[in-house]
């Protein structure tokens, strides 16, 4: 069973949503540790492997920018944003997770973020799951390939 330890960097985020986060049960093979600042900070950006932050009445597009350029290639960032801020953000899409339109209630940000937490350990069960499955087909010394029904070789054992 894998281990996954999440490191949360909460961004200016009201003390109501940034508790229901710290508050929330990790999932099973999941730990969180928690940083928090009131504006982007780069070494933290850095260090992070989920940032949650809300650029409401800020500058998104100077926050976005921060995170697209110092996040680790593996961060999701979700940005709380108004209607309004959505197209001053739009360049930065590719680097942006997921967009929670501001104003959210305290249940709003709860379900959305337990529905963060259900979809990493989706992702993680997944990609477990997918090495088991690349070891399982690499020890089989018999040749093993997927192919589609053009012809063209998709997946190949080590065997092959």
């Not at 940032?51 to 800020?58: E, L, M």
């Not at 110092?70 to 959505?86: E, G, K, N, P």
């Not at 997927?146 to 190949?156: A, E, L, N, T």
Request: overall charge negative.
């Amino acid at each position: 069973m894998y281990h996954c330890p999440v490191t949360f960097y909460l961004v200016g985020l009201p003390d109501e949503i940034a508790r229901i986060i710290e508050d929330a049960q990790p999932q099973p093979s999941f730990t969180h540790h928690f940083t928090r600042s009131d504006e982007p900070e780069e070494a933290l950006t850095a260090q992070a492997s989920a940032i949650f932050a809300d650029a409401t009445g800020h500058d998104a597009t100077a926050w976005a920018r921060v995170f697209a350029a110092h996040r680790q290639a593996t961060t999701t960032v979700t940005l709380i944003v108004s209607h309004d801020q959505v197209p001053a953000v739009e360049p930065y899409f590719n680097d942006i997770a997921d967009l929670w339109i501001a104003p959210l209630s305290a249940a709003e940000a709860s379900w959305r973020f337990n529905h963060w937490q259900r979809a990493c350990k989706r992702y993680a069960d997944s990609w477990e799951t997918i090495q088991y499955l690349e070891a399982t087909i690499n020890s089989i010394p018999s040749l093993v390939w997927y192919k589609s029904k053009d012809g063209i070789h998709h997946k190949v054992n080590d065997a092959f």
